[in-house]
């Protein structure tokens, strides 16, 4: 699949007038980068929102400094998708990441093209110091199979990155996925793939260690990438002082006085998730607040702070059983919508900015940033030029996301509202099934089609009248649900997904 830069822009909505964002004036400095993100941690889940009851005071401090984008959200809210989005910029039938990366015992999964390039790739060549930390999740399992826990089930998840498809990261401290974040396992830079070596630490703790250890030694320019497991499930597996700190300060609250999104009832599948794992969950975010002040702290005193770019943000977030489910991979705020936040010193004026951004922006925005040369293969906008105060950027049209696999999706408000009796349209692959939409500053859009012979199915919600998302609007404003069909297949043909033929 072959897209120009024509069909890239009509992905973000944009003309070709926009081109000139995709160049930044290089920086004789030559700027650092930071990128920390944990993993299934939802913007909700951070104090200056006001959303999730969560310490985050390094956070706080944080965005207070940086350019802030609240409603940035994950094209696609699962953990490998969005990390070849992030690395590559690429859409996902470009990168070849359409789903998780993991296998079974029939079938081999998708992984990251070794020969797609990726930001890491560009700096590596313009001679920065790059390293990788911690989660990694662009391999497939092949056999033999690892033997680790992640592994034993009829689905395996865990695999060794070999150094060719590192994708220009020459320090390497690594794993796939492997979800025990008391005792999580790792491979050293030269490490084989049968020599992975298991640490009694908490994970993200754990990096933080060797992220200071890296910015003590690197003489840059650098690009440090430390990628937290938590707190992604399981939720229990964080240490007890910070379980316990929680406690202290919200023990005796309420689990519905927790959140301002979706609260189930108690007696619901939903509402038990919920009421289970929300106190354990927001104690995981606090550790990962802490693990991230100690890595500033070291950025700090390693003399970089004022000329390193850094980064914060994460692949999805989690319902936690708002909207009765568990997890991710849906259009639901909670899901959708990620922390997304941009520091450099004197170059990037701090604000909390409402514009809508999304996934694909990440990666050119952070290569405009640093002055290097953008691949055609990205897909979204290089913002630089905007966070740096040169040019304008429009921040308003409403952004694509998606779930990619026969599966589809049941619309659990009162089951699928299809837009046609049934549909016999054969696609050509079973990935190009699954489901669409758009988020605009308002409404959530979303169309599903899980196999031929089923019916349409669509969701439309008023996020302003019903911030939970209670009320599917499809069928009772059709002429809005008419427009943003239109608006989405025309979306979708510019990029060359044949899911547009159903609509």
């Known amino acids: 699949m072959t897209l120009g830069r024509r069909e890239f822009m009509a992905l973000c909505g ?46 706080d401090a944080f965005a207070a400094q940086s350019r802030v984008f609240t409603q940035a959200i994950s094209n696609y809210p699962v953990c490998s998708p969005f990390r070849a989005i992030l690395m590559s910029g690429a859409l996902p039938k470009v ?46 399992p092949h056999r033999p199979w690892l033997n680790c826990a992640n592994n034993r089930g009829e689905t395996k998840w865990n695999e060794w990155c070999p150094p060719s498809r590192r994708h220009g990261f020459a320090k390497w401290y690594a794993y796939g996925t492997y979800d025990h974040h008391l005792r999580p396992l790792y491979w050293d830079t030269d490490a084989p793939r049968e020599a992975f070596r298991y640490v009694d630490a908490w994970g993200p703790e754990h990096e933080a260690g060797r992220a200071e250890a890296f ?15 938590p707190p992604h499930t399981p939720y229990d597996a964080v240490p007890a002082r910070f379980r316990e700190s929680y406690r202290e300060a919200f023990g005796a609250t309420p689990a519905e006085n927790l959140t301002a999104g979706d609260v ?17 969950y927001l104690s995981a975010v606090e550790g990962v607040d802490a693990a991230f002040g100690r890595i500033l702290k070291a950025l700090r005193e390693s003399g970089h702070e004022d000329d390193t770019v850094v980064v914060f943000c994460s692949d999805h977030g989690s319902c936690l059983g708002a909207h009765g489910l568990e997890a991710k991979n849906n259009f639901y705020e909670e899901s959708v919508r990620i922390p ?80 046609e009796a049934r549909c016999d349209t054969v ?26 012979g089923q019916p349409i199915g669509a969701v439309l919600h008023d996020r302003r009248t019903d911030p939970k998302q209670q009320t599917n609007l499809a069928a009772k404003r059709p002429e809005l649900t008419a427009a943003f069909r239109a608006a989405l297949k025309k979306r979708l043909e510019a990029i060359g997904d044949p899911f547009a033929g159903i609509l």
Not at 215 to 225: D, H, N, Q
Not at 427 to 452: I, Q
């Open 95 to 140: 990168s070849g990441v359409v789903g998780n990366c993991r296998s079974t015992e029939q079938w081999t999964g998708p992984e990251l093209r070794k020969d797609i390039r990726c930001w890491s790739d560009v700096l590596a060549d313009a001679g920065y110091d790059l390293c990788y930390i911690g989660k990694w999740h662009l391999d497939a």
């Open 215 to 229: 910015l003590k030694e690197t003489r840059g320019p650098f690009a440090l990438v430390v990628s937290m497991n």
């Open 427 to 452: 696609l050509p692959a079973s990935e190009d099934y699954g489901w669409r939409g758009l988020r605009d500053a308002r409404y959530t859009f979303a169309v599903s089609y899980p196999k031929p």
């Open 340 to 419: 997304c936040m941009i520091r450099w010193p004197g170059k990037i004026a701090p604000a909390m900015d409402g514009g809508l951004t999304d996934a694909f922006d990440l990666a050119p925005t952070l290569l405009g940033l640093l002055g290097q040369p953008i691949p055609e293969t990205m897909a979204g906008r290089n913002l630089a030029p905007y966070l740096l105060g040169e040019a304008p950027a429009d921040l308003t049209e409403a952004r694509l996301y998606m779930r990619m696999g026969g599966d589809g999706w049941d619309f659990p408000d009162g089951g699928q509202l299809p837009l």
């Open 264 to 280: 189930p009832p108690p007696e619901t599948h939903g509402g038990r998730f919920y009421r289970s794992n929300i106190r354990d």
């Open 14 to 59: 944009l003309s070709l007038g926009a081109a000139a964002l995709r160049a930044a004036k290089p920086d004789a400095k030559r700027p650092n980068l930071l990128l920390v993100f944990p993993d299934q941690m939802r913007a909700q889940a951070q104090g200056f929102m006001g959303m999730d009851r969560v310490r985050t005071p390094v956070l």
